[in-house]
């Protein structure tokens, strides 16, 4: 077992060379790309997964020591986003909760599983963010459920107005890395 942590630049080459796929793609936001991150491609490895926990903890951190913040919770959608709301959870210590995409028709019937109190303040950890719209989603359902979410953590930026999206919706919005830190010319 390999237990060394990546550096950041290590990790964004190990992202690049493990998820860029190149061809013709729809996005979840409808527009096409001539390339595609597979997020399933590595979120699945356990060393890209260990150190973007790393940095996704780094990340709320500083977000909590910059701003003044008490964040009690993080929170991720499925499915890209859990294996990384889990990681930094551990990283962190924060409980996490999993918003689905829509409401069980099942045992509960929830879409946000996990315990949450009316106004605790909540990070959502996003993974590859376009025009950030799965995650605004995910904001309201949480919004919904009494939660006060204060920003969106996204793994990859595509630079196609996440930030912009996410800033207009009152949030703040970070990113690990962006496309042109994969070698990705947009």
């Not at 729809?26 to 356990?46: E, Q």
């Not at 991720?76 to 990283?91: C, D, Y």
């Amino acid at each position: 077992m390999n237990s060394a942590i990546l550096s950041r630049a290590e990790l964004a080459q190990a992202i690049a060379q493990s998820s860029l796929l190149v061809g013709d793609f729809t996005l979840r936001s409808g527009r096409k790309s001539r390339y595609y991150l597979d997020k399933y491609l590595f979120t699945t490895r356990p060393e890209i997964l260990r150190g973007l926990g790393l940095m996704l903890a780094h990340q709320v951190h500083a977000l909590s020591r910059n701003r003044g913040w008490q964040v009690d919770r993080l929170a991720g959608a499925e499915l890209g986003g859990i294996p990384l709301v889990t990681v930094a959870s551990l990283e962190t210590g924060l409980p996490c909760l999993f918003v689905r995409n829509a409401k069980k028709d099942y045992g509960t019937a929830r879409q946000l599983e996990g315990k949450l109190e009316p106004g605790e303040r909540v990070i959502f950890v996003e993974d590859v963010a376009t025009t950030a719209g799965q995650a605004l989603e995910a904001v309201n359902v949480l919004r919904g459920e009494g939660a006060d979410v204060l920003a969106v953590i996204a793994t990859i930026d595509r630079l196609e107005g996440a930030r912009e999206n996410v800033e207009a919706a009152g949030l703040v919005f970070e990113s690990l890395f962006t496309v042109r830190d994969l070698g990705v010319q947009a």
